[in-house]
């Protein structure tokens, strides 16, 4: 009995722990909870994160100041603790920012502001002069760097809708500069092209949105080499062939919304979404993942567990890392919202959902945004309770 | 040959059009945030109709019941109401103050499949959530519930049971 015992200890010992995602302490972002202060991480693609030069940044927009407004908080990568919230926006009101490290601690920013998308450069010594992205009416910009340079993909009206363009930047000190726009597009604009997400791959950019064009909304991916002339658009979602609705004859889709892109900058893209195709519990999250630079996803994935298979799914985020892709979202599986993560580790398999401290529990915890950045994942998310709301952020490792 | 390319074309987009599910025609739908004024201006509740682009069962309702001409008169005089697409961007603000998208006032409110339907208080207050395809009967029946003020005392069900179409 005791060999037995004694073999079954160095069974347990000689094998490999199995290592997993290990998060330090939440960090309040956005200062103290407020009554009526409500901040959102939104933005296009959920691009609220970024670093570089050893700073982290983080954008949201809340109503601290009256009105909606666009503002951001830095962090250094090695040390607990945010800078006060600075405000980028100027105008009367600004939503959906998303931002871009630079390098050498200097950040991009990119929002709306009273209709029309602009831009600004930050760093924790300095911040430029507001420029304008376009001046028409537009929308929801999303931005990556790239071997050949800046670009940013964002929403123009045209007549009714609006119709994705892009345009490569430049940056000389704390001024960005916009070149000419181009429709990604070539097609004449005849319904909405939504919510883009843009990442940088070793060839080029990879570029996923919503597009209403068929009558439904489909997720459509597209791919370029300088970011000026884009590849015919491909489906990204598949379509179940079957279905009571369908064989009705009734509507075209099952319903695919807010995809969001990231990548390794080479040539993995993982793209995750809300898929409604069974459609009696809602949205679930579904994924794909490339690894030739975007130019095809494989069939798609459901990242989600069945923990979380009777409850509607909200608001994916994805991050590429050398430990595999890893999604978050949020769902009222334990009656109010709570932030979930899954891993995909090799193959196709996801691992169970798991959450961290902080970002579950009483309130709700909601909108998160994801980043991989030096041996580190990076995740902020909205929490709201009595007394208020405030954004959060957690770090996490591989270990 | 060009006279039939454009009856096609034609043809093509009110094909698409039918297959949109915005909300049903003839009636006076709002933005929320304009219905929910509204509502509060004249003290009536609101009839809130959860959509999504392309929604087979919103495009089936909107066919089977909202065309009925009596619950388009009856549903018009008794509510304010107000179409949300559950995938939109467009903005508007709650009365808290807060803006918001109208995908999001979709999270907020847990709506997870479209159509939904909503009888809200003039203030915003939810009275009955009601998902998924309805006959006009159902409408009928829900209005009975909520304009004859038994949700109050009584879960739907129970007012259905004792007080059959």
Known sequence: MRRLATALLGLTLALPLQAEWVFADFEAVSGTPQAKLFPHLESAGRGNLAAGGGQLALVWEDNRDGSPQVYAALRDLGRTGFSAPRRLSTGAEAYEPVVLGLGEGRFLAAFEQDGKVVMRVFSAAAQGPLATLDAAASAQPTLAAGKVGLHAVWGRRDGRFLRLVSAPLTVDGLKPHAGAARAVDTSPAQDEQLYASLVATAGGYALAWEDRRAGHTRLLTATSSDGRKWSEPQPLNEIPRSGTARELGLGRGPGVTRVCLAGDGADTVAAVWMDKRDFLSGYDIYAGVSTDGGAGFGANEKAQDVFGAEKPQWHPAVAVTPHGVVAAWDDPRDDSPDIWLAARAGGKDWSDDFTLDGARGTGSQDNPALLWHGGRLHLAWVHRDEQGGQVRYAQARWE | ?165
Request: with cysteine; hydrophobic share 40%; charged share 20%.
């Open chain 2, 1 to 165: 040959m060009k006279t039939t390319t454009r009856l096609f074309a034609l043809a093509a987009l009110l094909l698409t059009t039918l297959v949109h599910a915005d909300p049903p025609s003839g009636y006076a739908f709002l933005p929320y945030d304009q219905g929910l004024r509204q509502a509060q201006a004249s003290g009536k509740k609101i009839f809130l109709y959860f959509g999504r682009y392309g929604c087979a069962w919103c495009d089936k309702t909107n066919k089977e019941s909202f065309s009925d001409a009596g619950l388009k008169q009856l549903y018009s005089a008794n509510y304010v109401l107000v179409y949300v697409d559950a995938e939109s961007g467009t903005r508007l603000s709650l009365p808290s103050g807060e803006r918001i998208t109208e995908m999001e006032l979709g999270a907020r409110l847990n709506v997870f499949a479209t159509p939904v339907f909503l009888y809200l208080e003039p203030d915003g207050t939810t009275i009955l959530k009601v998902p998924g395809f309805k006959t006009v009967q159902d409408f009928r029946d829900f209005d009975r519930y909520v304009s004859g003020g038994h949700y109050r005392k009584m879960k739907l069900l129970e007012f259905l049971a004792e007080n059959p179409s």
